[in-house]
């Protein structure tokens, strides 16, 4: 199986919020991603796998750049394809993209339970900088007071 990784722009809009939502618990809508990606440097990128003579979609990541820095605003992996090297490729095209685009630091937000992202993101790099104290809703969806906290994540790309 090769992984291919490929821009995605307005027209991908309904599959972003599909992966979404096979990745994450709360799925954003295709509204969602097509106001976005409309923001000013906003980019994303898709990335797929040839399974049976077709291309199989494995996960995204979307990213916006601005005023020297570059936010990661979601990378999601389709979870049979979890542990293959899928969010390394895509966290790897966010970091070409906003080299490209001169940025000098990239910032992200993680859940504090979700151990392989932050694994990840260790790993390429990136280093806790803050905490935001139940940023994402609880497991029960109730609201913010039973939720986990957000690792505010750095990685500088000066030399």
């Given amino acids: 199986m090769s992984l291919e990784i490929s821009p995605a722009g307005a027209g991908s809009c309904a599959l972003l919020a599909r992966?979404?939502?096979?990745?994450?618990s709360e799925a954003w809508t295709q509204d969602a991603f097509a106001s976005l990606l409309a923001m000013p440097g906003?980019?994303?990128?898709?990335?797929?796998?040839?399974?049976?003579?077709?291309?199989?979609?494995?996960?995204?990541?979307?990213?916006?750049?601005?005023?020297?820095?570059?936010?990661?605003?979601?990378?999601?992996?389709?979870?049979?394809?979890r542990n293959t090297g899928t969010g390394t490729a895509l966290l790897g095209a966010i970091v070409a993209q906003a080299r490209l685009l001169c940025v000098e630091?990239?910032?992200?937000?993680v859940a504090a339970d979700n151990a392989a992202a932050?694994?990840?993101?260790?790993?390429?790099?990136?280093?806790?900088?803050?905490?935001?104290k139940s940023y994402y809703r609880g497991e029960?969806?109730?609201?913010?007071?039973?939720?986990v906290d957000a690792i505010i994540m750095r990685r500088t790309l000066l030399p």
């Avoid at 990335?47 to 570059?70: D, H, I």
């Fill in 42 to 81: 906003a980019f994303a990128f898709l990335a797929s796998t040839e399974e049976s003579a077709q291309q199989m979609p494995a996960g995204f990541a979307l990213a916006r750049a601005g005023g020297g820095e570059c936010e990661i605003i979601a990378l999601g992996v389709v979870p049979a394809r």
């Fill in 105 to 109: 630091d990239l910032l992200l937000e």
């Fill in 19 to 24: 992966l979404h939502g096979l990745c994450f």
């Fill in 140 to 147: 029960h969806g109730a609201g913010r007071e039973d939720g």
């Fill in 118 to 132: 932050i694994a990840l993101y260790r790993a390429a790099a990136f280093v806790p900088v803050g905490r935001r």
